[in-house]
């Protein structure tokens, strides 16, 4: 696995190797596929592509109720609609300016029939499950990444989106839905430089990047790369894709979207999960390239490394707006004070106190710099902003 500091890089020598890693184990079947991955026991269902069993074995428990039939004296049923990555189609009633507020739901149909479903890769690092399916006038094609060693599921979702909108018609929406069988159901969801806990109550909400249901001991977050209507009743967690409000633009959402999102399982609460860090590096993944060696490193300019309280992240490294010094934003994500500790500036480093918009606080002293590094104390929720010149 290639690691690399934040705003930094890594060299890596890639040489051939008669040894051959193993590739992850996939069993298929003609109702389900089951992936073994380090983490997790994942079986998808064919027909829909939902995955109707997830054995988390870090902390030896299944997150999906009834997602596959279990014999028992009463009865053997299962539940499709109750698992993980259900296609939900959502039909609200009619009403004016449909673009701006949510209104009744009258129908909801769980897309659980349908689906073409098969491995299209499998290798050391990844294997992957295209969905293919057609439903009303749209298209969905999916590719799911499950991973060897990264304790996470990727969807790669392509959607042509031809729903017509109207008063015959109402306001059709297409959500996916996440029922994870979980003893605590908290609902948080990130804003802007914070994170909001909210009812479970099943009312859609805007977050950022994230959203996680759960408790103290577990839960699950969903990440994703620009999709912001969010809705968690008791432990479902739901994401909208597209949408189509009427009002003003009866052609809203219609069109292809391409839409990434990802399913993370962890134990504890979403800040000692990292999920904030996780969401952050799901939306600016490492970019692997060609590079001249130099025994194992590349030459690069100044990146910060930062230590402290583990709530306390980078925001942002820029350039100033005006002139050669760097902007370093700092964003305390738990909502609980803390202390930055930025290392690594080069001897003659200053460091100032800005406004957000990058302006020079003059009546507050200079961050003091020793043995290259300097600390910051943070409230809860506090974004900073340091000028630094190197």
Known sequence: MARAPAFGTAAYTVQEDDHEAPSIEVAEGPLYITVETDAFTVRIHRPSGAIVALQDKRAGRELVGFGTRRGSDYLDSARVDLALNVMQVVDERFHDMSAWHLDDVTAETSLIDGAACEVVETGPVRAVIAVKRRFRQSRLEQRIVLYKQLPRIDFETIVDWREPSGREHGIPNLKVAFNARLGQADAWYETPYAAALRPADGQEVPALRWADVGGADYGVALLNDGRFGHDALGSRLRLTLVRSAFDPDPMSDMGEHHVRYSLVPHSDDWRKAGITRLAAG?????????????????????????????????????????????????????????????????????????????????????????????????????????????
């Open 282 to 390: 799901f939306n600016q993944p490492l970019i692997a390239r060609p590079a001249p060696h130099e025994g194992g490193r590349l030459n690069r300019a100044w990146s910060p490394r930062l230590t402290g309280s583990p709530g306390i992240l980078i925001a942002a490294l820029k350039r100033a707006q005006h002139g050669a010094a760097l902007v370093l934003r700092l964003q305390e994500s738990f909502g609980e004070a803390g202390e930055a500790v930025v290392e690594g500036l080069p001897q003659g480093s200053h460091a100032q106190n800005a406004t957000i918009t990058e302006e020079v606080i003059d009546d507050i002293p200079d961050i003091p710099i020793h043995d290259g590094r300097f600390r910051l104390q943070m409230r809860p929720w506090q974004v900073a902003t340091v000028v630094v010149t190197v």
